[in-house]
């Protein structure tokens, strides 16, 4: 193994126990359950929105914030197990990606070059979910590589997929 699979690895793994924590916390709030939290986050986002940020809170986010607290709450887990694992780490990444930016959206800071650039939570986690994606980070150490081998031998391949 490189020693640039040892910081792939790394960060794979700090950006999984993000996702893990933050998703644990909801559950710990009751996000499984009700949608409290979640209404009180939007109301407060509502107040201030404008344009599409305000379209799609009225549209997507607030009627459907029953559907989305327990979503968010389990996705956030359910993320921070894939990468945590290595299992499907190029769908997870994107599906954070995408899950990052809603929640952007849904605040206003998508929009606003101080908030979304200037944010430690907003840039660095987009940045670190695409570099996890682009380096197919499940191969270093997790289980994407086991399942890799494993179809390679059965299509009659070399038992090793080469990743670059």
Request: a positive charge.
């Amino acid at each position: 193994m490189k020693h640039s699979d040892y910081f792939i690895l790394f960060l794979r793994l700090a950006v999984a126990l993000t996702f893990l924590e933050i998703g644990y916390s909801k559950i710990e709030e009751g996000w499984l359950t009700s949608d409290t939290h979640l209404q009180k986050s939007l109301s407060g986002y509502h107040d201030n929105a404008r344009g599409l940020q305000k379209t799609f809170l009225e549209k997507v986010s607030i009627p459907l914030s029953a559907v989305w607290s327990p979503l968010i709450a389990l996705g956030e887990i359910a993320l921070g197990i894939s990468l945590f694992i290595g299992l499907f780490t190029r769908l997870s990444t994107m599906t954070g990606l995408i899950m990052v930016l809603i929640f952007h959206l849904t605040n206003g800071n998508l929009f606003s070059f101080r908030d979304f650039i200037g944010s430690a939570w907003g840039i660095m986690t987009c940045v670190s979910l695409l570099v996890l994606f682009l380096t197919r980070s499940g191969y270093r150490w997790g289980l994407d590589a086991m399942i890799g081998v494993t179809v390679s031998k059965r299509k009659g391949k070399s038992s090793r997929t080469k990743v670059n």
